[in-house]
T-cell receptor, first 112, second 114 residues
Framework: DAKTTQPPSMDCAEGRAANLPCNHSTISGNEYVYWYRQIHSQGPQYIIHGLKNNETNEMASLIITEDRKSSTLILPHATLRDTAVYYC?????????????FGDGTTLTVKP | GAVVSQHPSWVICKSGTSVKIECRSL??????MFWYRQFPKQSLMLMATSNEGSKATYEQGVEKDKFLINHASLTLSTLTVTSAHPEDSSFYIC??????????FGPGTRLTVL
């Protein structure tokens, strides 16, 4: 699985958009970009994933660059409950053989 | 989304005893389950990949005789920490993957070995 690099920490003001970057320059053509988040002492929670097109769901938006070497997770209106560690992962999807390898993630702190 | 449960959510045991942790996919069949370990302030580390009906595949550095994995059905995988020691104290997380390839994580099990 390709590796990812993320900034170790970020702050965001409550109500503002949080933009979390991720570099995955060695991503393969069949690997998807997945984002999870982990709130203290809980299991990771799925947020969103994509292959090459931008994606949006009720939680967030995912912007993937045209060369697929980086992506940005956008939380449009961050709340205090969005404080968590956010992990960007690349893995083969749509097959049960694709395991997720976690990097260090970004600790997002949403401040009032 | 699909639900994955773990039992127990936390366990405290004496050094030298064995502890079994269960991972269940509640509303889907999981042909593959993964086991992770997470130490305080660190990321999740993959321990092993468990496929239903076959032997688990362990990551480098993970002792297969210490961390016994059984995946006897499409909805249940168990991790047994044998002869647990204080250094095995950690947060153990499983994930389950249906044929669609999505990966759903359990809530984790906090193991404390005294």
């Amino acid at each position: 699985d390709a590796k990812t690099t993320q900034p170790p920490s970020m702050d965001c003001a409550e109500g503002r958009a949080a933009n979390l970057p991720c570099n995955h320059s060695t991503i393969s053509g069949n690997e998807y970009v997945y984002w999870y988040r982990q709130i203290h002492s809980q299991g990771p929670q799925y947020i969103i994933h994509g292959l090459k097109n931008n994606e949006t769901n009720e939680m967030a938006s995912l912007i993937i660059t045209e060369d697929r070497k980086s992506s940005t997770l956008i939380l449009p209106h961050a709340t205090l409950r969005d404080t968590a560690v956010y992990y960007c992962i690349v893995r083969v999807a749509n097959t049960n053989a694709g395991k997720s390898t976690f990097g260090d993630g970004t600790t997002l702190t949403v401040k009032p | 989304g699909a639900v994955v449960s773990q039992h127990p959510s936390w366990v405290i045991c004496k050094s030298g005893t064995s502890v079994k942790i269960e991972c269940r996919s509640l509303d889907f069949q999981a042909t593959t389950m993964f086991w992770y370990r997470q130490f305080p302030k660190q990321s999740l580390m993959l321990m092993a990949t468990s496929n239903e009906g076959s032997k688990a595949t362990y990551e480098q550095g993970v002792e297969k005789d210490k961390f016994l994995i059984n995946h006897a059905s499409l909805t249940l995988s168990t991790l047994t920490v044998t002869s647990a020691h204080p250094e095995d104290s950690s947060f153990y997380i499983c994930s389950a993957t249906p044929l669609s390839g999505e990966q759903f994580f359990g809530p984790g099990t906090r193991l404390t070995v005294l």
